[in-house]
């Protein structure tokens, strides 16, 4: 079956940097992407990977390896305003998109 | 980014009637419109995908005679929740991608969030 795993919740200083891992096992891939979701709003766009490396803009950064099925977003000068849901999703053979659960992000003064 | 406009933003509706909810691509051809559903603290469940002009395609325990897509044009898709009871009431999410383009990314509306009273 097709499976993506994030932690359900994570925690963080303000100013801190957090990394927020995605592992994957999919039918095939056609790239990842992380969104972010506040609450009682639609998820927003942050990232696309389909390449293996680190795709830098601003002060979120995304990684990809695909060989091992895994990505991290790493959030850097965190801002209270960053507390969110962050989801992965991995786009499959059929172009469908698989969600994970998201992980709820606590930025703690 | 491209921009896709979901309306109403939210609405209350008695149980038993019907309640639509659009979905318009506004600078771009939407080939390929996704509905979804999200629970409290639960994430985005698929209902279906549309592609302008034909049938949606629903997943597996979503009923299709209750929740109609119609994507008749390349730039709108609608949703229509009939015989609405208390159990629909959820926050429903459109996106749409221009598959024709091949674009892979999908953008998203703002989200309704349905009670059903």
């Known amino acids: 079956g097709q499976n993506i795993d994030q932690p359900t919740e994570m925690t963080a200083t303000e100013g801190a940097i957090v990394q927020i891992n995605c592992t994957y096992q999919t039918s095939g891939f056609n790239g990842l992407f992380w969104y972010q979701q506040h609450a009682g709003e639609a998820p927003t766009f942050l990232s696309y990977?389909?390449l293996d490396g680190l795709e830098e803009k601003g002060r979120f950064s995304s990684f990809l390896s695909r060989s091992k099925g895994y990505s991290y977003l790493l959030l850097k000068e965190l801002q209270m305003k960053d507390s969110a849901s962050y989801l992965c999703a991995v786009m499959d053979s059929n172009y469908q998109l698989i969600w994970g659960a998201g992980t709820k992000l606590i930025i703690k003064p | 980014g491209a921009v896709v406009s979901q309306h109403p933003s939210w609405v209350i509706c008695k149980s038993g009637t019907s309640v639509k909810i659009e979905c318009r691509s506004l600078?771009?051809?939407?080939?390929?419109m996704f509905w979804y559903r999200q629970f409290p603290k639960q994430s985005l469940m698929l209902m279906a995908t549309?592609?302008?002009?034909?049938?949606?395609?629903?997943e597996q325990g979503v009923e299709k005679d209750k929740f109609l897509i119609n994507h008749a044009s390349l730039t709108l898709s609608t949703l229509t929740v009939t015989s609405a009871h208390p159990e629909d009431s959820s926050f429903y999410i459109c996106?749409?991608?221009?598959?024709?383009?091949?674009?892979?990314?999908?953008?998203f509306g703002q989200g309704t969030r349905l009670t059903v009273v």
């Open positions: 990977n389909v």
């Open positions: 600078d771009f051809q939407a080939t390929t």
């Open positions: 549309s592609n302008e002009g034909s049938k949606a395609t629903y």
């Open positions: 996106s749409a991608r221009d598959s024709a383009g091949g674009e892979t990314e999908a953008f």
